[in-house]
């Protein structure tokens, strides 16, 4: 089955996202929507993309409908990044001064706490004291924790429950206790009396400083796309009424003549019409040497020109440009699923309900059967449970990955389309690889002239003769020509034989250039030189007879010469335990040449475009995940069929759109970094997931005090609101070591 054509996404910016239980209900409510294909929201960057032709304001009533807010990111890419990263700045002082706020008050309750143990009720001046902390606690949970409960209102309106629910409840049920006690107080036994005002508030300002760390440490999770975008000018010198003008890079038109001096970056994709200069095209293709650009050239926007003043024509402006085309690929990846998500995103949308019912529960255990004094015991395990309960850290665990991981792609000129692929990449049993373009260089050259005489003489001959094909062999052949600087001679009388050849008139001499079959049919002795054609041949060279008014002259030998990386490449991806496979349409003899100097054991040639897919499918039937890399038309069907697709950037739109994975780079390094990414990015998914599971499945029994019969403790409030914050900090912060990933080749 092949994979479909991604529509064109929407984004929308969200507010009040706290927790995977909200990503579950806004992209519920998104798929009630006529018109939504597919709904995503990314936690991480409080982001909701959209598939499919709903209108934008169906969508937006959807997530107002499950009790949250969207707008439309209507912005440019550069400017709603900057507007994202003010409001997170925003936030991130505002939660700090929650958190200074809260913890203020809470401290030195807490300190009087432990050192006097006076904070029970039992006068006239106790209710008093207590009462008017009670008040500063309240404006405590109003001032620094009103959105917790503002969401959890929200929630409840909808008939859900999320991270909110279970602070508002936990840290309004022990203010209300200890309120009932100041006010109340010979209801309860004097040892039940004491009040819970510190909890309350060092649990809220607790949470906040989590927050606010985890804000700061998050947006170093958009270091990526934050670099590209750094890539982009914001404006461009255009040639207008034969005067240079500076205008803004959203002004500039398709057609517009541009120039760019050196040191400047250049605006938008184009052609060279004028002017030469090296560029320096490393921050998108990896590359390290400069390449040397001259009239009909093409030019990448955000590359650096680096040593002349270059006049070139705009070709592609705005989104249109390769490289805002790979923001917006890396930006959609950042955004996707991968499916081990699937099982935390199953138990995230029933957890916050079970946690109330087991914290219900287990203050019920205690109040009915639990020792004196039974009211507090019953309310520190209630608060403790929904507070350490908390799903943040499940929420976070995959989307914070993804984003690092998929940046950290880019940066090393592997664009990943979506999650799926990134997880798979790090599975697969075996790489088919096309020949040519991807284990070659794609361009035939000239080889070896085998002639009796003069060797220039003669490629004088056949270059005149071939300049007037379009052959890939006969570009060979004139560009060799050109390399040294010969002349070429007048051709008249050409003609080009079907799988055969060429002839044709030069100087007034009969030329011919052809394989055997040619040289037969013009009834042309052989003699010697079908031994030495054989010689060459075996180093899997395409061999070309040449012959000049009825006598054979000589042979030429020509080849498209293997990557200078690709067997230390090939060799670096069997050590990560792939089997490789080549697929070529090229002649068996020339695949085996270049198979046996790779060491690739398994060759397919002389294959059509249906004939790749079809192997790659009877792979797949035989039980293996198949990875596949190609760079032309023909591969596209064999990329589309396979478990991952990784097309080489220099290669076709075509077999760009139909792969997984784009590797800027025209090199078979690439598919190796791919995989250590991939490898690293999926287990540290694990990490993160394990981190969080273990935290919860441990946490909430020993909030429900089941440690108590051997320490006769149980586990405090605040101590739960630490470890809640603490456990999506850490999460976060696993997160971000994938930042210090560096592949096993020299970069």
């Not at 409960?149 to 309004?172: N, P």
């Not at 680096?306 to 440009?321: I, P």
């Not at 608060?383 to 929420?395: D, E, H, M, Q, R």
Request: proline share 4%; glycine share 10%; net charge neutral.
């Amino acid at each position: 089955m092949t994979k479909e054509q991604q529509p064109a996404p929407r984004v929308f910016r969200l507010y009040g996202v706290t927790c995977a239980g909200c990503v579950h209900k806004i992209e519920t409510a998104l798929q009630r929507v006529q018109g939504v294909r597919d709904a995503r929201v990314n936690l991480a960057g409080k982001t909701l993309t959209v598939c499919g032709e709903a209108e934008a304001q169906a969508c937006i009533e959807a997530v107002r409908s499950a009790g949250y807010d969207a707008g439309v990111a209507k912005q440019s890419e550069r400017e709603l990044r900057a507007q994202q990263h003010k409001d997170e700045m925003l936030h991130y002082h505002q939660l700090l001064w929650r958190s200074a706020f809260a913890l203020l008050v809470g401290v030195p309750l807490m300190a009087w706490g432990l050192i006097t143990d006076k904070v029970s009720v039992n006068t006239l001046t106790d209710q008093l004291v207590w009462g008017a902390i009670g008040l500063i606690t309240l404006a405590v949970l109003i001032v620094c924790g009103g959105h917790f409960f503002s969401g959890a209102w929200k929630a409840l309106r909808h008939h859900s429950a999320t991270m909110d629910t279970l602070v508002a409840l936990g840290t309004g049920v022990a203010w209300l206790f200890s309120m009932g006690v100041v006010v109340l107080p010979q209801l309860l036994p004097e040892s039940a009396r004491h009040v819970y005002f510190e909890a309350s508030a060092m649990i809220i300002g607790l949470i906040s400083l989590g927050q606010a760390l985890e804000v700061r440490a998050r947006g170093r999770t958009n270091a990526a796309v934050e670099k590209l975008l750094q890539l982009q000018d914001t404006s461009a010198r255009v040639l207008r009424d034969g005067k240079e003008v500076d205008i803004p890079i959203e002004q500039v038109q398709v057609g517009d003549r541009l120039r760019v001096r050196p040191g400047e970056k250049i605006p938008v994709d184009g052609e060279v019409i004028e002017g030469s200069s090296r560029v320096d095209e490393s921050m998108l293709t990896g590359e390290p040497v400069p390449e040397k650009k001259s009239t009909g050239d093409s030019l990448v926007a955000g590359t650096l020109n680096k040593n002349g003043s270059l006049l070139f024509r705009a070709d592609k402006v705005g989104d249109e440009t390769r490289l805002a085309q790979i923001i917006e690929m890396v930006k959609n990846a950042q955004g996707s699923r991968v499916p081990i998500a699937r099982l935390a995103d199953k138990i995230s949308a029933i957890f916050v309900p079970v946690v109330m019912v087991i914290a219900v529960l287990a203050a019920l255990i205690w109040f009915n059967a639990g020792p004196e004094p039974r009211a507090a015991h019953m309310l520190v395990v209630l608060t403790s449970v929904l507070i350490i309960a908390c799903p943040c850290a499940l929420g976070l665990a995959t989307p914070m990955s993804v984003m690092v991981g998929v940046g950290k792609g880019a940066e090393y000129g592997v664009l990943v389309r979506n999650g799926k692929a990134l997880q798979q990449s790090c599975n697969l049993d075996v790489l088919v690889v096309d020949k040519t373009g991807t284990l070659t260089e794609g361009s035939p050259r000239l080889t070896d002239i085998e002639t009796d005489g003069d060797s220039d003489a003669l490629l004088q001959w056949l270059a005149s003769l071939e300049q007037g094909s379009e052959h890939p062999l006969a570009e060979a052949i004139v560009s060799e020509a050109h390399k040294r600087k010969l002349d070429l001679q007048p051709l008249s009388d050409f003609e080009a034989i079907t799988a055969h050849g060429v002839s044709g008139t030069v100087a007034g001499r009969r030329v011919v250039l052809g394989n055997t079959k040619l040289i037969q049919r013009e009834n042309i002795p052989m003699g010697t030189w079908q031994a030495r054609a054989d010689q060459l041949a075996e180093g899997g060279r395409s061999i070309i007879y040449a012959a000049v008014d009825g006598e054979l002259k000589g042979v030429v030998a020509v080849a498209d010469p293997v990557r200078d990386d690709a067997e230390a490449a090939i060799g670096r991806l069997r050590r990560l335990g792939l089997r490789i496979e080549m697929l070529t349409g090229d002649n068996r003899a020339s695949a085996e040449a270049v198979a046996k100097r790779l060491k690739i054991n398994k060759v397919h040639a002389e294959l059509l475009p249906e004939d790749k897919e079809r192997i790659v499918a009877q792979l797949q039937q035989g039980g293996d995940r198949v990875g596949m890399v190609g760079d032309g038309i023909n591969d596209a069907p064999a990329l589309a069929r396979a478990d991952v697709g990784f097309a080489i950037g220099a290669g076709t739109d075509v077999a760009i759109e139909s792969a997984d994975v784009t590797l800027m780079r025209s090199s078979l390094h690439g598919v190796a970094n791919a995989v250590e990414l991939s490898r690293a990015t999926l287990r540290n998914i694990k990490q993160n997931l394990f981190g969080a599971f273990i935290y919860n499945t441990l946490g909430i029994p020993v909030a429900a005090g089941i440690i108590y019969p051997l320490t006769g403790m149980l586990l405090s409030p605040i101590v739960a609101g630490a470890a809640m914050a603490l456990s999506s900090l850490t999460v976060v912060t696993n997160a971000n070591r994938l930042r210090l990933f560096k592949p096993s080749e020299p970069h």
